[in-house]
């Protein structure tokens, strides 16, 4: 991916709005390694391919709530990030990757 291809996919991530609370002011959230769907694996640590529209702070980073709070109390109330990426793929591109 170059850096054009990976600022235009992040555009288009954020104008999906946040995929929790749908708020339109969105921040990226890079979605770590190990916590990406099977394949998705590039062993490059913060890839910009699998990011996520999440609201900032609210559901990024907002005490109590947010994902950098508390990753496990998030994953109870929404689900993993990487059921998320594939909302992000089928919101984009009408498809999951499998």
Do not use: F
Request: with cysteine; proline share 4%; charged share 30%.
């Amino acid at each position: 991916m170059t850096k054009a291809d990976a600022k235009r996919h992040a555009k288009r991530v954020r104008e999906l709005g946040c995929c929790i609370c749908r708020r339109t002011q969105t921040a990226i959230h890079h979605v770590p390694r190990t916590r990406r769907r099977p394949g998705d694996d590039t062993h490059v640590a913060r890839d910009d391919w699998y990011v996520l529209p999440l609201c900032d702070p609210g559901c990024h980073k907002e005490s109590g709530h947010g994902l950098h709070d508390g990753e496990e109390t998030w994953v109870e109330a929404h689900g993993t990030q990487a059921s998320w990426l594939d909302w992000v793929d089928e919101q984009l591109y009408g498809e999951v990757n499998d």
